[in-house]
T-cell receptor, first 112, second 113 residues
Framework: KQEVTQIPAALSVPEGENLVLNCSFT??????LQWFRQDPGKGLTSLLL?????REQTSGRLNASLDKSSGRSTLYIAASQPGDSATYLC???????????FGTGTRLTIIP | DTEVTQTPKHLVMGMTNKKSLKCEQH?????MYWYKQKAKKPPELMFV???????INESVPSRFSPECPNSSLLNLHLHALQPEDSALYLC????????????FGEGSRLTVL
């Protein structure tokens, strides 16, 4: 059974700092990994999708990497802003399984 | 247009009421999903529709009844709910089941009294 862990559960950093969020998964037989952000009481916004054949994806100040062999993905946020404050979730898709497995999320607070 | 639209945004209902949640997408996606999310928890999958056919039912109680009238619409019919069913209900879609990017709506906040 795939298990997805995000540590830490909460993180506070001063504005302007670069930061890294972590996502670990137990089964390396994945076909993609997706990062989302969720604002309180809102839906999930897709940030980046990495296919299993890819090592990283970039969008603006965000960079996501994938290392299947070690069961890890990281989301790098450059020059953090207060508007980046949200909960960040990773989700892993597995071959032959229609169900995504979500991580428990990291609640990020950017301090002005 | 990468939008999934959900209505209503908020719903309050009694345990004897019948109500429906609606979801719409116009991205040509052929997979649509219902998720349930409780506070401070990740979303939990309820149902998956692939090409308008129910593909997955995650052992959801029959008081939740999904319907996919066409490739753009997904409904969730609610009847005789319990207070513990209060949650954020999220609709999502993807090009096909578990391929490509998953897009979520803003959710419907349901309160059962």
């Amino acid at each position: 059974k795939q298990e997805v862990t995000q540590i830490p559960a909460a993180l506070s950093v001063p504005e302007g700092e670069n930061l890294v969020l972590n996502c670990s998964f137990t089964d390396s037989a994945i076909y993609n990994l997706q990062w989302f952000r969720q604002d309180p009481g809102k839906g999930l916004t897709s940030l980046l999708l990495i296919q299993s054949s890819q090592r990283e994806q970039t969008s603006g100040r965000l960079n996501a990497s994938l290392d299947k062999s070690s069961g890890r993905s990281t989301l790098y946020i450059a020059a953090s802003q207060p508007g980046d404050s949200a909960t960040y979730l990773c989700a892993v898709g597995r071959f032959g399984n229609e169900k995504l497995t979500f991580g428990t999320g990291t609640r990020l607070t950017i301090i002005p | 247009d990468t939008e999934v639209t959900q209505t209503p945004k908020h719903l309050v209902m009694g345990m004897t009421n019948k109500k429906s949640l609606k979801c719409e997408q116009h991205m040509g996606h052929r997979a649509m999903y219902w998720y349930k999310q409780k506070a401070k928890k990740p979303p939990e999958l309820m149902f998956v529709y692939s090409y308008e056919k129910l593909s997955i039912n995650e052992s959801v109680p029959s008081r939740f009844s999904p319907e996919c009238p066409n490739s753009s619409l997904l409904n969730l019919h609610l009847h005789a709910l319990q207070p513990e069913d209060s949650a954020l209900y999220l609709c999502a879609s993807s090009r096909q089941v578990n391929t490509g990017e998953l897009f979520f709506g803003e959710g419907s906040r349901l309160t059962v009294l």
